[in-house]
């Protein structure tokens, strides 16, 4: 079921978020069983954790990225006939921003996950470049999601009917840091693309664990690859708690990220998730 006005955009995308996550936007359909799920261990989140990140290709600097972690609570109705509660959110922003002597753009995206079962709430991204801008938002409820998409050319909205396992591209970089890093754990999963209005199904698995050398220090890590039917792109968490993400391998690209500085945040303050 979907609505559409009018609206379509020609963007010149620059080399920001979708540079380094560019691999969403070329996912191959797959028409298989997804199987088994692995239970998550959901990590020890620290309220106000900024991670910053460089992205580079074929060695070149090409952005830098800054990831903020923060906790935060809202109302949820649990739907019909079920009393209204506070269910405690995990927002996360990230920000990519061009080197100083780069041609300028911006480009931010906002999301926000259920801290207890890291089911997603909505996205929100907004990009501007020098000739260019445009702002998209996702809102998941009860096996949809809304997306709106705003550009210099008019507006589209559209809904989306989802499947019973999904989660959204833009959140996959934070929701691996509570897969289980144990070598040979496998899964399928549907990606929600909301700047395509579609979703697609990927596979990951969990490798052997790497040394992933930074400037802060050589933190050893767990590979998570994902994989498509023509390329990979290989994610590294820290193997110690909160499991931070250390950075990523796009090898077909020739397109790295890696950590450059990390700021710890404080223990929750809000009431324990049941």
Not at 14 to 22: D, E, N, Y
Not at 66 to 83: C, I, K
Not at 89 to 98: A, E, G, K, S
Request: overall charge negative; charged content about 25%; proline content about 6%.
């Amino acid at each position: 079921m979907s609505v559409r006005r009018q609206g379509s955009s020609k963007l010149r995308i620059h080399g920001s978020w979708l540079a380094a996550c560019g691999w969403c936007l070329l996912l191959a359909c797959v028409t298989e069983d997804l199987g088994p799920m692995p239970a998550f261990d959901v990590p020890q989140w620290r309220d106000g954790e900024i991670s910053r990140y460089v992205v580079t290709r074929n060695d070149s600097a090409l952005y830098r990225s800054a990831v903020t972690l923060e906790f935060d609570e809202e109302m949820n109705d649990g739907g019909q006939g079920d009393s209204v509660r506070l269910v405690p959110t995990l927002v996360v922003t990230n920000v990519i921003q061009p080197l100083p002597d780069a041609e300028w753009f911006f480009d931010s995206v906002h999301v926000v996950f259920r801290r207890d079962n890291l089911s997603p709430l909505r996205t929100y991204r907004a990009m501007q470049t020098d000739i260019s801008e445009f702002e998209l938002t996702a809102r998941f409820s009860r096996g949809r999601v809304q997306i709106e998409k705003q550009t210099i050319d008019g507006a589209t909205e559209e809904l989306l009917r989802l499947p019973g396992r999904f989660h959204s591209y833009d959140m996959v970089q934070t929701w691996l840091r509570a897969v289980p890093l144990v070598s040979g754990t496998s899964f399928r999963d549907n990606l929600v693309v909301p700047f395509e209005f579609r979703t697609v199904p990927v596979k990951f698995l969990v490798l052997g664990t790497k040394l992933i050398p930074t400037n802060v220090g050589d933190i050893m890590c767990r590979e998570i690859v994902l994989i498509l039917p023509t390329r990979e792109v290989r994610f590294w968490y820290e193997l110690a708690q909160p499991h931070r993400f250390v950075g990523l391998n796009d090898i077909q690209n020739n397109t790295k990220m890696v950590l450059e500085s990390y700021r710890a945040g404080h223990a929750d303050t809000l009431p324990p998730v049941p």
